[in-house]
């Protein structure tokens, strides 16, 4: 089964970075788009950044755009998001995502919070 396992998430003061890191496993991880997505508390979920099967293409939201960079490592079947110059507005649970026909796969989320 499509498993998708966050993790690198934690407690950074403004202006620090983090790279998180999505394991996936049960599907062909190199002809899969993948994605980050965060959720706020009280806020609804939203697209942060997105990476094609062979990384021609990505796309990034405004808000993290020069400050946000996706990879992926098809070998190891791993996606990561690097995140620089962190914001406040930037705290909210992570998730990595993928879809497979008409379904999609979640992560369970990794925590980001930067404060000081």
């Known amino acids: 089964q499509v498993q998708l396992v966050e993790s690198g998430g934690g407690l950074v003061q403004p202006g620090g970075s983090l790279r998180l890191s999505c394991a996936a496993s049960?599907?062909?991880?190199?002809?899969?788009?993948m994605s980050w997505y965060r959720q706020a508390p009280g806020k609804e979920r939203e697209l942060v950044a997105s990476i094609s099967s062979i990384s021609a293409i990505k796309y990034y939201a405004d808000s993290v755009k020069g400050r946000f960079t996706i990879s992926r490592d098809n070998a190891k079947n791993t996606v990561s998001l690097e995140m620089n110059s962190l914001k406040p507005e930037d705290t909210a649970a992570y998730y990595c995502?993928?879809?497979?026909?008409?379904?999609?796969?979640w992560g369970q989320g990794t925590q980001v919070t930067v404060s000081s």
């Open positions: 995502r993928t879809r497979r026909g008409s379904s999609d796969y």
């Open positions: 049960g599907f062909t991880f190199s002809t899969n788009a």
